[in-house]
């Protein structure tokens, strides 16, 4: 790491500064070693130096520095919406797997407010407004751009379904039942011209029964202030707080 070499850049002091510290443990060191890789962790005192200075994301929000957030957990019966989503992806979406749609089904829900309990299984108060903004972090390039292309086909395609059981007498939930979503795609290939463009985009105010999603591979974890966002989706399975921390933040 030439960063942290004096030969390479020389000082008298280095200072170093981050929301999320990268930390390895034991098994991930071994792994390393294995491969020849040298990663540096953030808690070795002989390459960082002591601790100066922490902020926990617990004193920022006592602070008003950060807002809290929940943890939303969400359920779909993939045999509910198994029909209206094969038809769309047997339309066109050939590429989409059924647990792919299950989960855009299950945001647009959340989203509503039309369903979704936290941990503590508290859900949400009858009559809500449904989200307006929202953040979608996929795991690469080519994730993140299908998800904004067949989201709102999606979404069409599961209120179809729910249409049609409501003319045939079933029960239908229709809280927030016509909200439209409008996704689009951002990627670290984008320069810092089109990112805030998008980001503009995210930030403009929205008309009632809409909501915007901005869907990213890996470029909008840190340093992204839109104060008005109220979700954060990641689409991608992972065990890394490094990698879901700063998205909530």
Known sequence: MRIHDNNYIRSTRRLYMTATPRIYDEAVRAKADEHAAEITSMDDDAVYGPELHRLSFGQAVERGLLTDYKVLVLTVDEDMVAAPLQAQMSAGFGELRLDDASKIVGCWNGL???????????????????MQRAVAFAENIKASTQLAGVFPAVVDGYRDMLDSSRD?????????????????????????????????????????GECRILSNARCLSEGVDVPSMRCCSCTRATASSTSSNPSAE
């Open 112 to 130: 509503a407010k039309r369903a979704g309990t936290a941990p503590g299984g508290e859900g949400f108060t009858p009559g809500e407004p449904p």
């Open 168 to 208: 045939d007498g079933k029960p239908v939930d229709t809280t927030n039942l016509d909200l439209a979503c409008e996704v689009r795609h951002v990627d670290g290939t984008f320069n810092a011209l089109q990112r805030g463009r998008e980001l503009a985009w995210l930030k403009a105010p929205i008309p009632a």
